[in-house]
């Protein structure tokens, strides 16, 4: 093979290509059908050029060449029959019969020497020589191109959307220029010395592929991928890397050097730095053309849409949502519509147009044909995708409505499988045409603003809601206001009740004590009297009688103590100023139930903070309190032994006091831990307890700012801690 077959050879590699993506993605339209014949026709004719100029004999390169034009003689009927689908011209059909009728009669001739009359010998190779009726084939394809360059240029002239206008261009540059170049492969045919044009058609060639991938120029669905292209490029690279080779080992067979081992390693040391140089720059630059923005769009749209979530007003999602696709993602319109209160259609809540495509109306009907094909599908509708179901009616309306509305796609927003309204984007400015990532990124923009939208219409009835509720608001508060201080009352009632209830069953056992001290110094005094009756004055007092004095002294102190704890403890105050001293609380407390307890078996062990830090609060229902905590402690270990801690410490961390009783006794089952300081609840049988002891104990520590809570023991037992803060007085 020689230098002068490897642009044919590009340009067949080119054709083929393309024929195998049309066979594999194209429809079954017939656009796409005539597409794949010419690119099976244009394989031909490179297959035909490639053979004909590496074969020796020149006969079998006439022969070659007859077969081939056989065949490619119809890409002249083909070229304008897939331009007039492709553009929508269907009143040409005289036209169209002609020309094929013209292929028709010019085939006839082309295995005689009337078409091909020989072959010549040039400096690239065999290339054949026209007979008489040749010019009538190179006039005829000279009239198609330029037929249809003008068709293709006035089809430019008259499009007014930027996508089509797009695709029409890289048509023009591409299969337009392809097909002149092609013609001027005449030139040597008719006699002329000059190295076909045609065979470098892999150029515009390639930028029809470029604009297949990134236009979808024939409805594929194959828009460009970065992965892809990157895919094609080393693919490209490694041909042209191959080709390189093949020719340096041409070049440098006939040196002595190239015999060396070190040539072939240097050789590939340098191709490789030249390849991987020029692959990142490649790279580069088809970022720079495909992917210029896309990646700024993507993260600033996705910052928009996570930003309106939390904000609660139309106004504000409508500008934010709007101003940030327009300018970031660079198309000519963008409009937000959005539920009406009615329910019976859909209102513009804001709205941008950059060039002269008019605004769309302000409200648009619940029954168009593009709200319930929305509804419908629930999912983003693009123009480009309906063009082709344009014979079902259901679907030409609603490209009717989205023509209105100048719109390339209507993104709706769904919210528990309810349409609350949708977005309309027009065409990107560049023309370009809006790919998979695109959607998907605006799938999530209009998800979010679907949940900003339910978010705003939420806060909106709430706030209405509010406005209206004011007034009843303000007649229901007095009313609360008197249940509440009617609760409080009831509530230190209650208390009270409880705590002289508690004081009373107390009263029988502090009689039983006080009688003990007083019968002992009763007894003392009288024997006191009689012997002061007997007393000699000139003597002095027996030292019996000073005993004797003391110890009813001793014993009328005990019973002071013990009546100061029951009118301390029983003193119904509601002022909570007072300074309290916590170990003086649990001492009362200890001494009025020391009748209960103290035939039982059971130890006390008490642990007192020394320096305890006073607290403000009301002395006796902190009294009430510990009562009530350590009565249920020993009432737990009836009869079974134990013991019970009491310990009191401050906290330096959290400023507070903590009073702690533990006992051993058998614990408080977990089932029922959650229900212990709920009102009228206990386990104790009926006529033994109220269910109120430690209800009240919480709302008493509740009131004084502070805890009561049942913690976990290190083993069996129940272990109760309150916590009181301190405060200056």
Not at 332 to 353: D, E, Q
């Amino acid at each position: 093979m020689n230098l002068y077959s490897i642009p044919p050879l590009l340009t067949l590699c080119c054709f083929f290509g393309l024929a195998v993506l049309t066979v594999l993605r194209g429809g079954r339209t017939k656009v796409n059908i005539l597409f794949l014949l010419l690119c099976i026709l244009g394989s031909i004719l490179y297959l035909d050029i490639v053979l004909i100029f590496n074969v020796e004999d020149a006969k079998t390169a006439l022969l070659i060449s007859r077969i081939d034009h056989f065949f490619i003689i119809y890409l002249l009927p083909l070229y304008v029959h897939f331009f007039h689908e492709y553009l929508g011209i269907s009143g040409r059909k005289r036209l169209l019969r002609l020309v094929y009728s013209y292929a028709f009669i010019l085939m006839c001739f082309t295995p005689t020497s009337l078409y091909l009359e020989s072959m010549q010998k040039h400096s690239f190779g065999y290339f054949a020589k026209g007979g008489i009726l040749y010019p009538f084939f190179g006039l005829g394809g000279l009239c198609v191109n330029i037929y249809v360059l003008i068709i293709l240029w006035q089809a430019i002239q008259k499009e007014k959307y930027s996508v089509k206008k797009n695709r029409l261009k890289y048509l023009f540059v591409g299969f337009g220029i392809m097909g002149l170049m092609n013609g001027l492969n005449a030139l040597p045919i008719l006699g002329y010395s000059v190295y076909p044009p045609g065979n470098f058609s892999f150029i515009p060639l390639i930028i029809f592929a470029v604009g297949l991938f990134k236009h979808d120029l024939l409805d594929m669905g194959i828009l460009i991928k970065k992965s892809l292209i990157y895919s094609l490029l080393t693919a490209l690279l490694t041909c042209v890397y191959s080709l390189v080779i093949i020719m340096a080992n041409k070049m440098f067979k006939d040196f002595d050097f190239s015999d060396s081992i070190y040539f072939p390693i240097l050789f590939f040391l340098l191709i490789v730095l030249v390849f991987g140089s020029l692959k990142t720059k490649i790279q580069a630059f088809i970022d720079h053309i495909f992917f210029k923005g896309k990646y700024d769009y993507q993260k600033i749209i996705k910052d928009v849409s996570r930003m309106i979530v939390s904000v609660l007003n139309f106004d504000e999602i409508g500008k934010k949502l709007i101003a940030t696709v327009v300018d970031k993602m660079l198309v000519n319109k963008c409009a937000l519509f959005i539920c009406n209160p009615t329910g019976s259609g859909f209102i513009t809540y804001s709205n941008h147009v950059v060039n002269r495509y008019s605004i769309e109306p302000t409200h648009i009907a619940k029954e168009s044909s593009l709200v319930k094909f929305m509804d419908k599908h629930d999912k983003p509708i693009l123009r480009k995708n309906l063009v082709i179901h344009t014979k079902d009616p259901d679907i030409q309306k609603v490209l009717t409505d989205m023509e209105k509305l100048s719109a390339e796609i209507a993104l709706p927003l769904i919210f528990n499988k309810r349409l609350n309204g949708f977005i309309i984007l027009g065409e990107k400015l560049s023309g370009d045409l809006f790919t998979s990532e695109d959607l998907d990124l605006l799938e999530t923009l209009s998800s979010q603003t679907s949940l900003a939208i339910e978010n705003a219409s939420s806060y909106k009835l709430i706030d209405d809601l509010n406005k209206n509720l004011e007034n009843k608001v303000k007649e229901k508060t007095r009313d609360l206001k008197e249940a509440l201080a009617e609760k409080e009352r009831t509530q230190d009632q209650l208390i009270q009740s409880e705590s002289l209830a508690a004081i009373g069953q107390l009263v029988a056992g502090v009689a039983h004590e006080l009688n003990n001290p007083l019968a002992s110094v009763t007894s003392l005094i009288q024997t006191t009297l009689e012997d002061l009756e007997r007393w000699d004055m000139k003597t002095q007092p027996g030292e019996d009688i000073i005993d004797d004095l003391r110890f009813a002294n001793k014993d009328l102190a005990r019973a002071k103590s013990i009546v100061k704890s029951l009118l301390d403890l029983s003193r119904q105050t509601h002022t909570y100023s007072e300074p309290v001293n916590f170990n003086l609380v649990i001492k009362d407390a200890l001494r009025v139930l020391y009748n209960q307890y103290k035939y039982h078996d059971l130890v006390i062990v008490e642990n007192y903070y020394q320096d305890l830090p006073y607290i403000q609060g009301n002395f006796a229902n902190l009294g009430q309190v510990a009562i009530n905590i350590i009565k249920n402690a020993f009432q737990s270990l009836s009869g079974k032994g134990g013991k019970i801690f009491l310990t009191t410490r401050f906290e330096n961390n959290t400023g507070q006091v903590v009073f702690e009783c533990l006992d051993t006794g058998p614990g408080i089952p977990e089932s029922i831990r959650q229900d212990i300081f709920k009102p009228f609840f206990t386990t104790k049988e009926v006529g033994k307890g109220t269910g109120l002891g430690l209800y009240i104990c919480h709302e008493i520590i509740q009131r004084h700012g502070g805890t009561l809570s049942l913690e976990k023991a290190d083993g069996m037992g129940a272990r109760f801690v309150v916590r009181l803060p301190v405060v200056e007085a």
